[in-house]
């Protein structure tokens, strides 16, 4: 399969909110490091974010454009709220080693009435 169809894929089970599902794109020592939280190591791990994530605010993204080269795919994204970011992931036998993540954490915590960190 295409790595830009797995990100895809990616994107439509993120919509969901189902972080069993979305762990299953990562290999078990897969790191996620968004770049305003500090790096996420471990499959396990990442699932647990994604639950918490999931739980605390209502998230849905928007594909603007997805690029692949070799072994890395780009993710520039929307969300319905207008906020913006990228992600790039890369991959080793179909499954997500790494994966950065840039958006505004400000931006975010106002528009989904979050506390903001002191």
Not at 29 to 45: R, T
Not at 50 to 56: Q, V, W
Not at 64 to 82: H, M, R
């Amino acid at each position: 399969m295409e790595l830009k169809q797995i990100v895809e894929n990616w994107v439509a089970t993120f919509n969901r909110g189902d972080a069993d599902a979305i762990a299953e794109f990562y290999c078990d020592n897969a790191v996620n490091h968004q770049v305003a939280n500090d790096p996420i190591v471990g499959k396990d791990a990442i699932k647990q974010m994604f639950a918490s994530e999931f739980a605390t605010a209502d998230m849905f993204c928007i594909v603007e454009n997805i690029f692949q080269d070799g072994q890395w795919v780009i993710l520039e994204w929307k969300d319905p709220i207008g906020l913006r970011g990228c992600g790039f992931f890369q991959f080793e036998n179909e499954l997500i080693t790494f994966q950065r993540g840039y958006w505004d954490k400000l931006s975010f915590l106002k528009a989904n009435n979050l506390p903001i960190p002191q």
